[in-house]
């Protein structure tokens, strides 16, 4: 199964057409010939906060809408994680939810491969170097909210090492459902 996160709010999903580019582009790799038209399928149940889980394969699809509190994040493990691969968003995240397992006493990890900043277990990252906001060139994941953000001109991509993290004065995440927010405590190696 594949999954798209979506963030409804006032009774809106908020940035469909992010996530449907993104959709379209799973199933034309997988040689899923099912369309989903995401500004149809997700209807929100009211005007509250929601994480929207929508689901899906060649087989069909289900939509989950969930309360949502954000999780407060002040630090960052950096970890080496070289095998890993996450090119699509799937619904399985046994392998992603293993290297979580060692963020210690951080709030999340910061996964590095090949000595290259990758992702978050939940989100993408930014460093503001020099007054700009640098994104890594090659994520694990091309998340919706980094997308929107590089076409926006906030984000430039460029390929980040470990070693930019000391020439960074800010770390943010961002996802569908925090948007951009700034790391307090910066990233615990």
């Not at 798209?4 to 899923?32: F, N, P, V, W």
């Not at 968003?89 to 951080?106: G, V």
Request: net charge neutral; proline share 5%; aromatic share 8%.
């Amino acid at each position: 199964m594949l999954l798209e996160t979506i963030r409804c709010e006032m009774g809106a999903a908020l940035h469909l057409s992010y996530h449907q580019k993104r959709l379209d582009k799973s199933c034309r790799l997988l040689g899923i010939r099912k369309e989903y038209d995401l500004n149809a399928l997700i209807v929100p149940p009211d005007s509250r906060l929601y994480r929207c889980r929508f689901l899906y394969s060649a087989e069909g699809y289900s939509i989950e809408f969930h309360p949502y509190t954000p999780k407060k994040i002040t630090s960052l493990k950096l970890l080496t994680c070289d095998t890993l691969k996450y090119p699509l968003k799937y619904a399985d995240r046994e392998s992603i939810n293993t290297l979580f397992e060692k963020r210690m006493e951080c709030d999340d990890v910061l996964l590095v491969q090949n000595n290259f900043l990758r992702d978050t277990s939940v989100a993408n990252i930014a460093l503001c170097i020099e007054g700009k906001w640098v994104t890594p060139a090659s994520p694990l994941l091309e998340g919706t909210t980094r997308e929107r953000l590089l076409d926006e001109k906030f984000l430039t991509a460029a390929p980040l090492t470990p070693e930019d993290i000391a020439r960074a004065s800010k770390v943010a995440l961002m996802n569908a459902m925090v948007g951009f927010i700034e790391v307090e405590n910066g990233i615990i190696i």
